[in-house]
T-cell receptor, first 114, second 113 residues
Framework: AQTVTQSQPEMSVQEAETVTLSCTYD???????LFWYKQPPSRQMILVIR??????QNATENRFSVNFQKAAKSFSLKISDSQLGDAAMYFCAYRRHNTDKLIFGTGTRLQVFP | GAGVSQSPSNKVTEKGKDVELRCDPISGHTALYWYRQSLGQGLEFLIYFQGNSAPDKSGLPSDRFSAERTGGSVSTLTIQRTQQEDSAVYLCASSSGQGGEQFFGPGTRLTVL
């Protein structure tokens, strides 16, 4: 069975600084997708970034980028120039190709200090 | 509305009562998903609908849980004889089809006393 592990329950960063959130996963599949979701206090999950496993190039969305290490089964999220609005729970998620079920990690709470 | 909506936003019930949670997906989205988020945990998949049928209901924790979707739109998650361990946030998501981005609603926080 696939599993997703986020080993950092909480992280903090100063405004304008960079922070990296860790995620590892376990799968025997070769074709899959990985995601980072943000959950603010409003509870609504928002997709931050997505990575297809067959792509070697790391995904980037503005201040958000990932470090995808397929062999190591690692998928970390880097937030550059952190802003107060980045404060939220961040969840790493996995989806096997040709399925729709998302498998989530337990989340990392990110605090941003001015 | 433009997004996924869920009602009620919060629900408090007594142990043993039945509850119904509603999800209104984005118009035109054929796929609909239910997830459960217990305190301090990630989201746990419950069930997936494609149209009105549920090809994957593997995440429903017990036969007290059921869900239906009518008209390819609104879905209802029903929990019978609620237990305290059912207390959680129930999140619904929809997508335009298999493999599409899942858009989430704000969830229903269920508290079973």
């Amino acid at each position: 069975a696939q599993t997703v592990t986020q080993s950092q329950p909480e992280m903090s960063v100063q405004e304008a600084e960079t922070v990296t959130l860790s995620c590892t996963y376990d799968t025997s599949e070769s074709d899959y997708y990985l995601f980072w979701y943000k959950q603010p206090p409003s509870r609504q999950m928002i997709l931050v970034i997505r990575q297809e496993a067959y792509k070697q190039q790391n995904a980037t969305e503005n201040r958000f980028s990932v470090n995808f290490q397929k062999a190591a089964k690692s998928f970390s999220l880097k937030i550059s120039d952190s802003q107060l609005g980045d404060a939220a729970m961040y969840f790493c998620a996995y989806r096997r190709h040709n399925t729709d079920k998302l498998i989530f990690g337990t989340g990392t709470r990110l605090q941003v200090f001015p | 509305g433009a997004g996924v909506s869920q009602s009620p936003s919060n629900k408090v019930t007594e142990k043993g009562k039945d509850v119904e949670l509603r999800c209104d997906p984005i118009s035109g989205h054929t796929a609909l998903y239910w997830y459960r988020q217990s305190l301090g945990q990630g989201l746990e998949f419950l069930i997936y609908f494609q149209g009105n049928s549920a090809p994957d209901k593997s995440g429903l924790p017990s036969d007290r849980f059921s869900a239906e979707r009518t008209g390819g739109s609104v879905s209802t998650l029903t929990i019978q004889r609620t237990q305290q361990e059912d207390s959680a946030v129930y999140l619904c998501a929809s997508s335009s089809g298999q493999g599409g981005e899942q858009f989430f609603g704000p969830g229903t926080r269920l508290t079973v006393l």
